[in-house]
T-cell receptor, first 115, second 115 residues
Framework: AQSVTQLGSHVSVSEGALVLLRCNYS??????LFWYVQYPNQGLQLLLK??????LVKGINGFEAEFKKSETSFHLTKPSAHMSDAAEYFC?????????????FGQGTTLQVKP | DTGVSQDPRHKITKRGQNVTFRCDPI?????LYWYRQTLGQGPEFLTY????????KSRLLSDRFSAERPKGSFSTLEIQRTEQGDSAMYLC?????????????FGPGTRLLVL
């Protein structure tokens, strides 16, 4: 069975500081991995996805994530936090298009950005 | 706007009443997913359609829940005899499955409150 664990339900950084949101996955097949962002009372917006093409994935709004198979991790980073980055972030895993594409989500990490 | 749309955005109902939600996917997307998200949690998979065929249902989807996608376009999710535990955000997502994989795009969600 696939699963995702997000370490840290709340992360607080100062504006301009590095953002690091942690995600570890468990999968018996090569996974597809995603990061989504959710602003209050809104749906989820795709930040980036890993589909085995490249281990370092660049997304929107300056975010990127690195797939590390040996560590079963897919951590999300951004060099310099902006106030508008404050939101809920979700890591998700799926089996890909060869099977059901349903996403298994982590519990989420709330990012707070302090001025 | 060519994104996923959901209607209504908010629904308040009394316990025991029936409610129906609608999802309009991105045009030509062949897969449509329903998820449920409770406060402070990540979305949980409920069911999905490939065109008009419902291919998988989660154990979370009790007999009181039914979903349809009659012509392979929009979808409805009905909850009969609502219970307070049904209070949640119901999210719809759509995707186009191709050889390069699949990416789910989410709608804004329908927030249900059962009194």
């Amino acid at each position: 069975a696939q699963s995702v664990t997000q370490l840290g339900s709340h992360v607080s950084v100062s504006e301009g500081a590095l953002v690091l949101l942690r995600c570890n996955y468990s999968s018996s097949v090569p996974p597809y991995l995603f990061w989504y962002v959710q602003y209050p009372n809104q749906g989820l917006q795709l930040l980036l996805k890993y589909t085995s093409a490249a281990t370092l994935v660049k997304g929107i709004n300056g975010f990127e994530a690195e797939f590390k198979k040996s560590e079963t991790s897919f951590h999300l980073t951004k060099p310099s936090a902006h106030m508008s980055d404050a939101a809920e972030y979700f890591c998700a895993v799926s089996r890909g298009s060869s099977n059901t594409g349903k996403l298994i989500f982590g519990q989420g990490t709330t990012l707070q950005v302090k001025p | 706007d060519t994104g996923v749309s959901q209607d209504p955005r908010h629904k308040i109902t009394k316990r025991g009443q029936n409610v129906t939600f609608r999802c309009d996917p991105i045009s030509e997307h062949n897969r449509l997913y329903w998820y449920r998200q409770t406060l402070g949690q990540g979305p949980e998979f409920l069911t999905y359609f490939q065109n008009e065929a419902q291919l998988e249902k989660s154990r979370l989807l009790s007999d009181r829940f039914s979903a349809e996608r009659p012509k392979g376009s929009f979808s409805t999710l009905e909850i009969q005899r609502t219970e307070q535990g049904d209070s949640a955000m119901y999210l719809c997502a759509s995707s186009l499955v191709s050889l390069s994989g699949e990416t789910q795009y989410f709608g804004p969600g329908t927030r249900l409150l059962v009194l």
